[in-house]
């Protein structure tokens, strides 16, 4: 009887720990979405560092989010207020939409301007933003961008477009590989 009872407490006690670990493993689905969240996030944080090195002229953010061999290319006639190609491939190319911006600004004479070049801020507003991940490792970005300009004098809309990008994982990390920028 002690031998039947025994018997029938280590069934019960292997059958609950094998029901157990099944519980607690997560279905296939479950990893799916988890890593589909992740890469969003992830999206969403390389458009975020362009958007905010745009804005704040910070050329290493700005270039970051893109991936070493990517295109930023204007899609409209030339030339491009604030651009001096139409067409920047690579990212220390596309550092250079920053950097020479900067370089402008250091070398206009704030005489010759109608405000004050210490006030001026600039804001680069995305909105109507789809983000659609095509596979494991390719994304398409839509939106529709804004830049407002504030100077001691006004504040004002300088430029308002779209923005259609392709993203890629590279090394389990997201980067623009494709900027297509229209007026």
Not at 2 to 16: D, G, H, N, W, Y
Not at 121 to 137: C, G, H, P, T
Request: aromatic content about 8%; some cysteine.
């Amino acid at each position: 009887m002690q031998k039947v009872k025994l018997v029938a407490i280590l069934a019960t006690t292997l059958s609950f720990m094998l029901l157990s670990m099944g519980c607690a493993q997560k279905a296939p689905s479950e990893d799916a979405a988890a890593l589909r969240i992740a890469d969003r996030e992830a999206i969403e944080d390389v458009l975020s560092r362009a958007n905010v090195g745009f804005e704040l002229s910070d050329p290493e953010l700005f270039a970051g989010a893109f991936a070493e061999d990517a295109v930023f290319q204007l899609d409209e006639k030339g030339p491009v207020f604030g651009f001096d190609k139409m067409i920047y491939q690579g990212r220390a190319d596309i550092r250079r939409i920053i950097t020479d911006g900067l370089e402008k600004a250091r070398k206009t004479d704030p005489k010759t301007l109608s405000f004050d070049p210490a006030s001026l801020k600039m804001y680069n507003r995305n909105s109507d933003e789809k983000i659609e991940i095509l596979d494991a490792k390719t994304a398409l970005h839509t939106s529709s961008w804004m830049v407002v300009m504030k100077t001691n004098v006004d504040i004002h809309i300088s430029a308002i477009g779209r923005y259609n990008d392709t993203l890629e994982k590279r090394d389990g990390k997201w980067f623009m590989v494709k900027r297509v920028r229209t007026e």
